[in-house]
């Protein structure tokens, strides 16, 4: 029998999934590329998109490799429970990424500016990005960090996505979707501690 305390973080990620699929719903997929379209073409300072782009580097995965390398060094009974967590997520979105084929905002609306270095050539949804992110906030909270440094990550996990949303690579329900399977995975880790 699987505990609550992992039943209910998986039905979390699952909820993402499924809400954030809602963009096959012709009505919600054009809200969701219209907010897309707005959050990419907005006017924001310089200095806001460089901060974004340097955000950005939380919801890589060599970034996510090394702090959960960090964690596994700094409390070696979670390296087994933890990587594989980790790995699951990233199965989940990889396999979603291959199932779903979701077109990236910027192939698939002219409109919409690529801004990144290297032009991405997996699909869009889910957000992966937007999931290590929000992996990583939610260990610092079962790592038992200070709060502050808990609503720092997770503002980190929120900058991130909407990151993503604004350089073209990602539409919001993607980033949704990518939020929630990265707290939800991260979070039924945690319950089996």
């Given amino acids: 029998m699987i505990a609550a305390d992992v039943l209910l973080p998986a039905c979390l990620a699952l909820f993402g999934i499924v809400s954030g699929l809602l963009w096959k719903v012709p009505n919600v997929g ?3 590329a219209l907010l897309a379209q707005r959050v990419n073409q ?3 300072p310089g200095w806001a998109d460089r901060f974004l782009g340097v955000l950005r580097i939380a919801g890589t995965t060599l970034f996510f490799a090394a702090v959960l390398v960090l964690a596994a060094i ?3 009974s979670w390296a087994l429970g933890l990587a594989a967590a980790a790995i699951a997520a990233e199965a989940i979105a990889k396999l979603l990424k291959v199932t779903i084929r979701r077109p990236r905002p910027s192939a698939a609306d002219s409109g919409i500016m690529l801004r990144l270095t ?3 050539i997996d ?7 937007a999931m290590r992110a929000a992996f990583l906030s ?3 909270a079962a790592g038992g960090m200070p709060g502050w440094a808990v609503l720092a990550a997770m503002a980190a996990a929120v900058g991130v996505g909407f990151g993503r949303v604004r350089s073209g690579a990602h539409y919001p329900l993607d980033v949704w979707a990518g939020l929630l399977i990265g707290f939800g995975a991260v979070l039924a880790w945690a319950g089996t501690l």
């Fill in 30 to 32: 054009r809200l969701d």
């Fill in 118 to 120: 290297r032009v991405p």
């Fill in 138 to 140: 939610g260990l610092t």
């Fill in 74 to 76: 700094a409390r070696p």
């Fill in 42 to 44: 907005a006017h924001l």
């Fill in 123 to 129: 699909s869009s949804f889910p957000s992966a990005d």
